[in-house]
């Protein structure tokens, strides 16, 4: 019996049931998974978290409601979570063993699979923007290290020194990780990501994270990688992963989950929880937000909660426990 958790909506499509009502847009987002545990966090934090979940939906749905890109709304979805702090994003990204911060992004559209990525970046304000930059401006889908940071700058986005994404909460995990030699789950987890399907039936999937703390300088998680963290073909699904990067990396999980659906005729959740098994039995944990080509869509997850939602135009939901 698998041990992941499962949250899916808009019903998945069932033989002679009769059709739920497709969703002309929908956004889904994640803002990472770990221990999160319902009684161990305060209303004030909760309501935080709930707070800047609905304002990554509110950005990305304002631009699907008006007709806008499945691209634009997960990129603009993602900004919102790289400049709050509460997240392992950009302001707020955990910090390498070295003491500084390098930061991993990929974006995907699932019309003609183009795809960017970015790994290892340090002064580009929002990577996921670098990661677009690759993916429309340069005839490669990869960057990485200071390249990367060179490239974004010959582009024109905002730069800034390493130390604007600083903070206090985030050194304290630091000087905890390297004084105890080990780290928690939450040192592990952090990554944000959204996947959107917009009016014109296009898919797109957007992931970034600062890694796991005390992370050897130079190491890459699975975020910058098309297929492991973020994965969007149209007609089939768009998926966003979240957790221990090594092991969504050796499963290669975004992918999976799309192949599944695609090749196998799994439901979402079906493939997710499948992929997520596998990620499981290797040792690793976390969870993601899988779009499907209809609009249904699926949150799922083998730690101990996720921050997640999802807008559609019947409405936006946050939520965060396992139990919700
Ligand atoms: N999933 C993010 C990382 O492992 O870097």
Known sequence: MSACASVSGAAEPAPAAAPAQTPEWRL????????????QMTEEAEAAYRAALLA?????????RAGGSALDAVEAAVIVMEDDP??????GAVFTAAG????????????QRDAGSVAGVMRVKNPIRAARAVMEQSEHVMFAGPGADAFAEAQGLDMVDNTYFNTDRRRQALERVLEERARTAADRHGTVGAVALDVNGNLAAATTTGGMTAKAAGRVGDAPLIGAATYAENGVCAVSATGHGEYFIRVGVAKTICDRVKLAGESLEQAATTALD??????????????GAGGAYSFVFNSEGMYRGEISQSGASTAIYRDE
């Open 100 to 111: 500084t911060h390098e930061l991993d992004a990929s974006i995907m559209e699932g019309s």
């Open 28 to 39: 889904v987002i994640h803002g990472g998974a770990g221990v999160i545990v319902r009684g």
């Open 86 to 91: 509460l997240f392992n994003a950009g302001h």
């Open 278 to 291: 596998e990620v499981a039995a290797l040792g690793g944990d976390g969870g993601v937000i899988v779009l």
């Open 56 to 64: 990554s939906l509110e950005a990305g749905a304002e631009i699907l």
